[in-house]
């Protein structure tokens, strides 16, 4: 069962990162003014996709540190495309 489940995992990964990308393109084309937070997604999905992975690797072997880091970083991309960045941001204007 096990090596049925990390035989799936990276075609599972590559499909859901497929339609991020197709999704994020078609996004890109209808609001180029929009900015999102992906690379700080990604930093912070690879940390704690590295920690998760590296508390497994007792119990899965070292592919659990590789499949953490992945879904870890897919992850990242994931809560940082949907989250945007605010331009007109309250604290950086001071209305004195």
């Known amino acids: 069962m096990y090596d049925f489940i990390f035989a799936a995992l990276p075609w599972i990964a590559i499909g859901v990162a497929i ?3 197709a999704a994020n393109f078609k996004k890109k084309k209808e609001d180029k003014n929009k900015d999102d937070h992906v690379s700080i997604g990604i930093c912070v999905g690879m940390c704690f996709g590295t920690a998760i992975g590296s508390s497994l690797t007792e119990t899965f072997g ?3 540190l590789t499949y953490g880091i992945c879904f870890g970083i897919l992850a990242g991309v994931v809560a940082g495309s949907l989250i945007s960045k605010n331009k007109n941001n309250s604290i950086n204007q001071s209305k004195i």
Do not use: E, H, Q, T
């Open 19 to 21: 339609a991020l990308v």
């Open 62 to 64: 070292n592919s659990a």
